[in-house]
């Protein structure tokens, strides 16, 4: 079984939709990141929490909220879709800093607004 | 100015070539470094660290120049699943000096090795 999960993997929706991407990890890892990637611009992190009080904005929060349900659980919302937020959504983890700093990835939710 | 700056190619080789990748990072107070890999419609994986004496996992050789803000990535006999997006990627740290947890990707470079 895959240790980042996310669903749905695929969704179509309209514009003014409420949407919400889930993120469940198996691994006990403390920090969890949203992020979005666009072609030719990369990944951009959208929100980050390192344990489930504490949530930070990233560099494109905007349009966007998150939920910390449970250290294994992350979940993105976009309250009201719009067509710039189609892109691929990446959810992922990681321990405390160590030497490696190693992010684990889900498999991605390709979100396509109309 | 991008925080984490790659080439996007795309870069094609054929099998056995040599190729090398460039990445420069504006931060200066960057804490660590990393080479990531995504394949087609697939989400990134860790290929290796960079460390600042360089280092080299196979046929795979990252090495980071501080001095310069800049790292590399060099592949040595091309294999054709070597074809991916090779994602440079950089922890910006923090004024304390100490990890921060938060990665900054580069746009990713493109590689095509074929027969």
């Known amino acids: 079984d895959a240790d980042v999960t996310q669903t749905p993997r695929n969704r179509i929706t309209k514009t003014g939709k409420r949407i919400m991407l889930e993120c469940s990890q198996t691994?006990?890892?403390?920090?969890m990141y949203w992020y979005r990637q666009d072609p030719g611009l990369g990944l951009r992190l959208i929100y980050y929490s390192f344990d489930v009080k504490d949530i930070n904005k990233g560099e494109i929060s905007d349009g966007y909220s998150v939920s910390r349900q449970a250290q294994a659980k992350f979940s993105l919302s976009l309250e009201s879709a719009i067509p710039n937020q189609t892109a691929l959504y990446f959810c992922?983890?990681?321990?405390?800093?160590?030497?490696?700093?190693?992010?684990?990835f889900g498999p991605g939710t390709r979100l396509t607004v109309l | 100015r991008k925080e984490v700056e790659q080439d996007p190619g795309p870069f094609n080789v054929p099998e056995g070539a040599t190729v090398a990748f460039n990445c420069t990072y504006s931060?200066?107070?960057?804490?660590?470094f990393f080479w990531y890999r995504q394949d087609c419609r697939k989400e990134p994986k860790l290929l290796m660290s960079v460390y600042s004496s360089g280092n080299e996992d196979g046929r795979f050789t990252a090495q980071l120049n501080r001095a310069s803000q800049y790292i590399s990535l060099l592949i040595r006999d091309s294999k054709l699943s070597d074809s991916a997006t090779y994602l440079c990627v950089v922890n910006m740290g923090n004024a304390g000096g100490t990890s921060y947890g938060k990665l900054t990707f580069g746009q990713g470079t493109i590689l095509t090795v074929h027969p």
């Open positions: 931060n200066s107070a960057s804490q660590s």
């Open positions: 992922a983890t990681s321990d405390l800093p160590g030497d490696t700093d190693t992010q684990y």
């Open positions: 691994k006990g890892h403390d920090r």
